[in-house]
């Protein structure tokens, strides 16, 4: 192994996909690591982990936990067919969305005539609108204040 690796996966016979971690990385957290990554204990076998579910694309799932925890700056070995940087994965074909294929109808059926006919075009009211109160004939009278007087009561 590796001087500094954090991480090892590889086969094992009985518990299949599995996991483990060394000295230099703290339990807590590689245990933390291994169960976001679906590994769960073994029981009876301390610091040894297995892949739940295996059956389940079980290499893709072991070359992704590797790859992600590499991503995350830790040292990991691998067997080689669980490694991901030996066996690179041909890009993946890009899918069409069919966004511009939608946009284009859109915007051709905007730009048609409607085939719909009106019977009788929508009629509009005028909104309501709330009366303005009278301008009052006379101009407010202001009373002068105690305080503005400057005498005190």
Known sequence: MQPGT????GDHDEHGFVASFTSTMPAHLAHWYLERETFEPVPGEPGLFRLSEPERDGPRRVQQAVH???RQ???VQADIRLDPARFPRPPRPVRPN???ER???LAQAAAGATTQRRATPPTTSAPAARPV???PAYAPTVHP????SGRSR
Do not use: W
């Open 103 to 105: 946009r284009s109808r």
């Open 145 to 148: 204040t105690a305080s503005s």
């Open 68 to 70: 992600d925890l590499r």
């Open 6 to 9: 954090h991480f090892a996966f």
């Open 73 to 75: 700056g830790y040292i």
């Open 98 to 100: 069919g966004l511009m």
């Open 133 to 135: 109160p009278p301008k």
